[in-house]
């Protein structure tokens, strides 16, 4: 992934400022993207890590991936290595530039015990109700807690004590000592410490107390040298705070990182929050964090979707200031065009109807070379099987036609991809009046690139020999939510698509079933798919739909 042109924006221009400012020295920018491994990423990380990573490149500046491993209770190593696997997918590198917010854990403690002495952190013994009922409300200022006013001498012995593991959970806080009647509310006196008697899975040695992710946060850039701190849209309230710690802590007084807010990425027709995608698979709503449906990375990938159409899609949605909801079809339109060039065009029958062409010799079999890619020649020709007894599509037949109908119905001609040109004569149906076979004839002097052009059809369709055909299970998509309006945690659940996944068994050419996992193709006229690593066996491809082939998005000119 390489990033060449500039794009002007708001972070852009605020970096262009610093530069031409000189506010940090040799005009360094240096970003970070710094998830909390208790889940996996989904499609608004991917745009929150490409946004960090492309700006570090565009300025030949730095990118740090830091895990902000500060809650040990959600977070796990599988989540760990889950974001490196993706991350590294999406192209993003971070070389030897791998950091993790618990390696700062002792110097995050000394800077809290700097806060204590110069009397500007406090160790609160207040409930949690008592707490709420002190912070006010966002109408209505909060009132100093009654410990506010301990010696700076109590809190230092106090909160050493929380360190040590004396005290019992949610029985104290450190809190910063900032202004219990600010309009904002995360300046009234926020927490900087809780105690948590929980092993932290990275940590040599045992803690008993968590910093809060606002303290943390700035400690860390500040600590990595990070210039441009971009965080979404959420934590524009709370970057006062970010300024106030990195304010009164001696050692980042010189160059402190700024921090610059941009909207969160929310998409139509699917689920982005991790808590919601995580009751999901936790109650095996879905087949795991890298199920199709979901809109993870893992999900996209096992899908089909390549890291080319992601950072398209990432870059033409571009960066804002106020959070919008994007049309889960302009992503698909990214994959649709990634892979027209890409992907291989291959006939698979979906749904079939057995057509026998009367007039075909009946042991005969004649190997069709067809174009893998007919807008790539580059791509080359295969082989396929053609014969007396076929399959095609049962939309491909209609006995009584529509208007502008051009495939097979009753006394029509068509041409078979890449074969000969067939007449409908006849149509069989079962003793219900279900049509079950069509009997075809076929003209002999109209093999596919014989130069024949005595007349032309205006329909063409796609068919496999069914003497050759193999079986195979393709997992057909549908939006995992149906009604995204009004949206929220107590209803989501019953706005899952009941009928989000389709198995069914379908029919292919011998091609097909060279097939490796995560191997794309154009099933013609039903698609683009890709072969699923979870489910496949050697010799049994299992393939998830990508994408259909129509797209209801149109970019912008």
């Known amino acids: 992934m390489e990033t060449t042109e500039k794009k002007t924006n708001f972070i852009t221009n605020a970096i262009d400022h610093d530069i031409d400012s000189k506010v940090y020295t040799n005009d360094r920018v240096h970003t970070r993207f710094p998830p909390e491994p208790n889940g996996y990423l989904h499609i608004g990380h991917a745009k929150a890590s490409l946004l960090n990573y492309r700006i570090s490149q565009l300025y030949q500046g730095k990118f740090n991936l830091r895990f902000d491993d500060t809650n040990p209770i959600k977070e796990d190593v599988e989540y760990v290595d889950s974001i490196k696997e993706d991350l590294s997918w999406l192209g993003i590198k971070w070389d030897d530039r791998l950091f993790f917010a618990s390696s700062y854990f002792d110097r995050m403690a000394a800077y809290a015990v700097e806060l204590i002495q110069k009397g500007l952190a406090f160790v609160d013994d207040l409930t949690t109700e008592e707490m709420r009922q002190y912070r006010g409300t966002l109408t209505e200022p909060g009132k100093e807690s009654p410990y506010r006013k301990r010696s700076i001498e109590e809190n230092l012995e106090l909160f050493e004590q929380m360190k040590a593991g004396k005290f019992p959970e949610g029985s104290h806080l450190l809190r910063a000592k900032i202004d219990m009647t600010s309009p904002n509310m995360n300046m009234r006196d926020p927490a900087i410490y809780r105690i948590l008697h929980t092993h932290h899975h990275s940590c040599d040695k045992d803690w008993f107390i968590y910093p809060m992710y606002d303290y943390a946060h700035p400690i860390e850039d500040a600590i990595e040298g990070i210039t441009h701190s971009l965080c979404t849209l959420e934590f524009e309230d709370h970057r006062p705070f970010y300024e106030w710690v990195l304010s009164h802590l001696d050692d980042f007084q010189k160059e402190p990182p700024r921090q ?298």
């Open 260 to 557: 610059i807010e941009f909207a969160k990425l929310n998409l139509t027709k699917t689920i982005v929050g991790k808590r919601y995608l995580k009751q999901l698979v936790e109650e095996k709503i879905v087949d795991g964090w890298d199920d199709p449906r979901l809109a993870t990375i893992s999900g996209l990938r096992r899908r089909g979707y390549t890291p080319e159409s992601i950072q398209a899609f990432c870059e033409a949605i571009g960066v804002a200031k106020t959070n919008s909801t994007v049309d889960i079809a302009m992503l698909e339109h990214f994959i649709r065009d990634d892979l027209k060039l890409k992907a291989p065009r291959l006939m698979t029958i979906l749904d079939p109807l057995k057509v026998t062409i009367t007039n075909y010799p009946e042991d005969q079999v004649e190997w069709m070379d067809v174009p893998l890619n007919q807008e790539n020649p580059d791509m080359g020709d295969y082989s396929t099987p053609f014969s007396r007894e076929i399959y095609v599509e049962k939309a491909d037949f209609m006995e009584i036609p529509a208007k502008k109908y051009y495939r097979l119905f009753p006394g029509n001609e068509v041409r078979l991809r890449g074969a000969y040109f067939v007449t409908c004569n006849e149509v069989v149906k079962d003793e219900d009046g279900n049509v079950i076979e069509l009997k075809c004839t076929y003209d002999p002097a109209t093999r596919s690139g014989s130069g024949f052009a005595e007349r032309k059809v205006k329909g063409t369709i796609h068919w496999v020999s069914a003497a050759h055909a193999e079986e195979i299970e393709v997992r057909l998509y549908d939006y995992l939510i149906e009604n995204d309006e009004g949206l929220t945690k107590d209803n989501f659940l019953e706005r899952i698509n009941p009928n989000s996944l389709q198995v069914i068994k379908a029919y292919a050419e011998p091609e097909v079933m060279k097939a490796k996992s995560y191997e794309k193709f154009q099933f013609i006229r039903n698609g683009f798919f890709s072969v699923d690593p979870k489910h496949s066996t050697p010799g049994a491809p299992v393939f998830n739909q990508i994408v259909s082939l129509k797209s209801s998005w149109k970019p912008g000119k």
